[in-house]
């Protein structure tokens, strides 16, 4: 093959598809994902064109790409956004990628908050803003607060409601509930960290924020103080809706239940795993 070949659309594309195998499930659609961001052009460019030949910049920029995902980065951070809850989301290192998992818990808040509602909702550990970007977007008449511990998480959750031009959210930085202690909210919803120190599936997660998923050896720790803390900065009849790991759930409910919360209610995800936890707090 000579050099030029080496750089033509679909020999590039079938390289890529062989050596990504090992280090993705979707090897063929990274690989064109990859090679329409170092081009700059749709998907559809790359079947139009399969005998195009790349300048060497382009070459350079797409095999610098290869390489980061070969590593295992996920795509989400190479491409810079995700999809979540058909926003196209933006998200850094600093934010775990948005997992389709969560769109339960947007779901089932949604289900709690009538369409007119002039609700306080908060969300804790809000990373990338996803969950308080499609409830505000939802629910346009409902203020969210949306709380991390990151900075630089909150820059870019921030980022997502101003491009969105989502007016209903606001932001504070700071450990769960300490920066809203004073406030009342309608509904609590949170998809802390869950993953126990010790689970060996962390070294495949090594590029995102540890922070955002690891929490203490049983992986309990942020529902704990999650459970500790919500019962005082929710309205009677309030809800709590918390993500956890598919084997946590009877330990959440434990742990809620401890807590003094109420109706404590599994729901599984679309894998048929259970996935978010809801409980109630007084009321009538
Ligand atoms: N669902 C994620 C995972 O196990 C964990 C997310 C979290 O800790 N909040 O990949």
Not at 179 to 201: C, E, H, K, T, W
Request: charged share 25%.
């Amino acid at each position: 093959m000579s050099h030029e070949d080496d750089r033509r659309i679909d020999l590039i594309l079938g390289d890529a598809v062989t050596r990504l195998a090992a280090a993705s499930d979707s090897p063929r659609l990274d690989a064109e994902l990859l090679l329409c961001h170092s081009i700059n052009l749709p998907r559809s460019y790359l079947f139009a064109h399969p005998e195009d030949v790349l300048d060497n910049t382009t070459f350079d920029r797409f095999d610098a790409l290869l390489r980061r995902r070969l590593d295992g980065e996920p795509m989400a951070y190479i491409m810079g956004s995700k999809e979540f809850w058909s926003h196209e989301l933006l998200v850094s290192p600093a934010t775990l990628v948005p997992r389709p998992e969560t769109e339960l818990l947007v779901d089932l808040a949604l289900r709690e908050i009538p369409r007119k509602a002039e609700w306080q909702i908060l969300d804790l550990g809000t990373g990338s803003g996803a969950i308080a970007v499609a409830l505000a977007a939802e629910r346009l008449m409902c203020q969210i607060t949306a709380v991390d511990i990151s900075e630089a998480a909150l820059a870019i959750a921030r980022e997502n409601a101003r491009q969105l031009e989502l007016s209903n959210i606001s932001f504070a930085e700071g450990s769960w509930s300490a920066p809203v202690r004073n406030s009342q909210f309608n509904l609590i919803v949170s998809n802390p960290p869950y993953v126990r120190a010790g689970d060996p599936a962390l070294a495949n997660l090594r590029h995102e924020p540890v922070e955002a998923l690891a929490a203490g050896a049983d992986g309990l720790d942020a529902i704990r103080a999650l459970a500790a803390e919500c019962g005082q900065i929710l309205k009677g009849n309030g809800v709590l809706l918390i993500e956890h790991g598919a084997d946590q759930y009877d330990d959440v409910a434990a742990i809620l239940a401890a807590s003094d919360w109420t109706n404590i209610q599994n729901h599984k995800d679309f894998a048929g795993h259970p996935r978010v936890t809801a409980a109630r707090r007084g009321g009538t």
